[in-house]
């Protein structure tokens, strides 16, 4: 067996409604989001929550990706495409909730799924890519920056009520 | 003439197409806009501006504000309300393109345009409210942390190509 056969082959894809439960896993397993109490895998996906994945589905502006080995879940992220003014009418794509399962880290399967959705925003004719990054977590900032991504703005956030999860 | 008659009276509300030249004029209106080649404000209005008015009308998640003084509009954003599966459910949203004219800066009105938006993203039951802003605009740091918002992130850009405007 050589080093190669050892990566895995991930393949990146817009989410169905069964990867839901395993986006969940995902968004619940890291420390900084159990500080903001998505620490709980919920047994069963709320109504709240399948009623946002089937509007992410039916907005064509909006795309939940997955990357997937074989049957597993591996990592995720959401698209946002949005249409604007400046930049003679360019749409500008936002990225959310980027993560790559714990025991799959470090091997570069977050560069290749930042990449293939930067391909899909110049594909649609997106002036800029942008997306906001806890500043406690300067691994990402590093990793970003590595893509190409310039840590030009302050992302502020103002928080209307808590939530569970 | 007391001072509160001085005061404008800014009515704030979902842009029309009439509304579109103006626009143009305040996001062209500012000095880090020039730098991004923002400065020159166009005669007429080219069509993939026009489309992407358009695809913001017809949009129940994104809103082009604009805030009028009489005939006059003095200040603008953009909302855009996204889904997701993270905060059980809920949206958020995201404030773009903020400016208020030149001649009326320094009068609140900035302040009251956002408060506005802020209870906009109440009613539709938005659990969190995020903008980026230029590093170089420190004025705005000041203004949107005196409204509530924490600097938590940073905010990562990739142009992907000039426009020209």
Known sequence: MTARDKLPIMQIRIATRADVPAVL????????????GFGVV?????AAVWAAFEAI????RNELIVAVDGDEVIGTCQLTFIPGLSRN????????????DVGRRG???????????IERARERGCAIVQL?????RTDAHRFYTALGFEASHEGMKLLLRDTNR
Chains 1, 2 share one sequence.
């Open 107 to 117: 091997q570069g399967l977050g560069g290749e799924l930042i990449r293939w959705t």
């Open 57 to 60: 589905d039916a907005d064509d």
């Open 42 to 46: 919920p047994e069963s996906v709320d």
């Open 132 to 136: 906001t990054t806890d500043k406690r």
């Open 25 to 36: 896993s995902l968004l619940a397993d890291d420390h900084i989001s159990r500080d903001r």
């Open 89 to 100: 009418g360019a749409e500008r794509m936002l990225i959310e909730a980027v993560r790559i």
